[in-house]
T-cell receptor
Framework: EPEVTQTPSHQVTQMGQEVILRCVPI?????FYWYRQILGQKVEFLVS????????KSEIFDDQFSVERPDGSNFTLKIRSTKLEDSAMYFC??????????FGPGTRLTVL | AQSVSQHNHHVILSEAASLELGCNYS??????LFWYVQYPGQHLQLLLK??????LVKGIKGFEAEFIKSKFSFNLRKPSVQWSDTAEYFC???????????FGAGTILRVKS
């Protein structure tokens, strides 16, 4: 069964550094998403992406964040200058278009 | 703004007990409703979903959920839990005017063998 994959599984970085989290969505899916879950809190929507552009974003997704689909298979989330409060589990998801989103295993980002 | 409430954060049951996890949402428009499960060390997996039609939906592993529109509820049920159902369960809502899922806080279920 096709799955969403994410790399790395765990990323440790220093405050102020740039990080790129990578995702490979399910191959025939057209919609891509990033969510995050800060420890002890709810899973929160960050951004959705369709047809090579952002279709929706939350208030969390400020100028420090960007997304890209650099080729036909990868979908990336970049955080330009990480803050301590960016420490969280980041989940990528994809959907074919019928609103059922399939999630990857997550990347745990730790900002020191 | 949409929100989703899950009534119990931790539930402990013995094997063969019946399960009901509550989920209520606040949104006045049409929604799609989901339950996701996260087994220990694994990623979020779709358990079941409701888009339209019969408000009683059946999912994988013997789970079912009932959409009650008048109560804005989508409670998850299983008549007889197994030790392997130990996991965290998330209710989520998608308003049809957007793509995003809004999640509840999750319910951690522990089934004692």
């Amino acid at each position: 069964e096709p799955e969403v994959t994410q790399t790395p599984s765990h990323q440790v970085t220093q405050m102020g550094q740039e990080v790129i989290l990578r995702c490979v969505p399910i191959s025939n899916h057209l919609y891509f998403y990033w969510y995050r879950q800060i420890l002890g809190q709810k899973v929160e929507f960050l951004v959705s992406f369709y047809n090579n552009e952002i279709s929706e974003k939350s208030e969390i997704f400020d100028d420090q964040f960007s997304v890209e689909r650099p080729d036909g298979s990868n979908f990336t989330l970049k955080i330009r200058s990480t803050k301590l409060e960016d420490s969280a589990m980041y989940f990528c998801a994809s959907s074919e278009g019928d609103d059922t989103q399939y999630f990857g295993p997550g990347t745990r980002l730790t900002v020191l | 703004a949409q929100s989703v409430s899950q009534h119990n954060h931790h539930v402990i049951l013995s094997e063969a007990a019946s399960l009901e996890l509550g989920c209520n949402y606040s949104y006045g428009g049409t929604v799609n409703l989901f339950w996701y499960v996260q087994y220990p060390g694994q990623h979020l997996q779709l358990l079941l979903k409701y888009f339209s039609g019969d408000p009683l939906v059946k999912g994988i592993k013997g789970f079912e959920a009932e959409f009650i529109k008048s109560k804005f509820s989508f409670n998850l049920r299983k008549p007889s839990v197994q030790w392997s159902d130990t996991a965290e369960y998330f209710c989520a809502v998608n308003a049809l005017d957007g793509n995003k899922l809004v999640f509840g806080a999750g319910t951690i279920l522990r089934v004692k063998s």
